[in-house]
């Protein structure tokens, strides 16, 4: 079974409405979710972390996600969508042993002057 | 601070040659990983290594190899290029102690093109 599914492999919204990137995860791999960007050209940076402390995640750039355990899903939203978070996001889990990271394929953001 | 660092930043190689990638980690994280990463689809993961020792292989071939030095940077080597290996190589660091839950930081990577 994948353990990781984004949705949608890409998102188009105008600037200033809400953004909703979805991620599910398989049941079996989520000791920890991560959500992070890809700028074109750049490196992957981390968005934010889930652990297990809060079900409501604040990462950066006022992205946020929820962990919904029911829904195995940990989608990531944004209120006002800005030109800048044009980019690609990708959900990631990880399994209760090893450190190995699973993404998901992505998904590509594109803002809407 | 400095990040993750990569060498080199682009690189084409033939078909049939061998190819040694370099990652330095940040300041006091001792584990490295490395992943591939085809154009259009997420990472895959190819090797971890902690502290000197590999603790993780993801499901490539035996042309695929690394290692890790006594200052925690790490080695990519891959064999016998095919062009089927042509991908964005990336090296992330991460503290190696949290398990599962560690974050990992990534470099910039490596472009590698098989011609």
């Known amino acids: 079974a994948q353990s990781v599914t984004q949705l949608d492999s890409h998102v188009s919204v105008s600037e200033g409405t809400p953004v909703l990137l979805r991620c599910n995860y398989s049941s079996s791999y989520s000791p920890s979710l991560f959500w992070y960007v890809q700028h074109p050209n750049k490196g992957l940076q981390l968005l934010l972390k889930y652990t297990s402390a809060a079900t409501l995640v604040k990462g950066i750039n006022g992205f946020e996600a929820e962990f919904k355990k029911s829904e195995t899903s940990f989608h990531l939203t944004k209120p006002s969508a800005h030109m800048s978070d044009a980019a690609e996001y990708f959900c990631?889990?990880?399994?209760?042993?090893?450190?190995?990271?699973?993404f998901g394929t992505g998904t590509s953001l594109t803002v809407i002057p | 601070d400095a990040g993750v660092t990569q060498s080199p930043t682009h690189l084409i190689k033939t078909r049939g040659q061998h190819v040694t990638l370099r990652c330095s980690p940040i300041?006091?994280?001792?584990?490295v990983s490395w992943y591939q990463q085809v154009l259009g689809q997420g990472p895959q993961f190819i090797f971890q290594?902690?502290?000197?020792?590999?603790?993780g292989r993801g499901n490539f071939p035996d042309r695929f190899s690394a290692r890790q030095f006594p200052n925690y940077s790490s080695e990519l080597n891959v064999n016998a290029l095919l062009l089927g290996d042509s991908a964005l190589y990336l090296c992330a660091s991460s503290s190696g102690v949290a398990g599962p839950t560690d974050t990992q930081y990534f470099g910039p990577g490596t472009r590698l093109t098989v011609l």
């Open positions: 300041s006091g994280h001792k584990s």
């Open positions: 990631v889990a990880t399994r209760a042993t090893g450190n190995q990271f699973y």
């Open positions: 290594y902690y502290e000197k020792e590999e603790r």
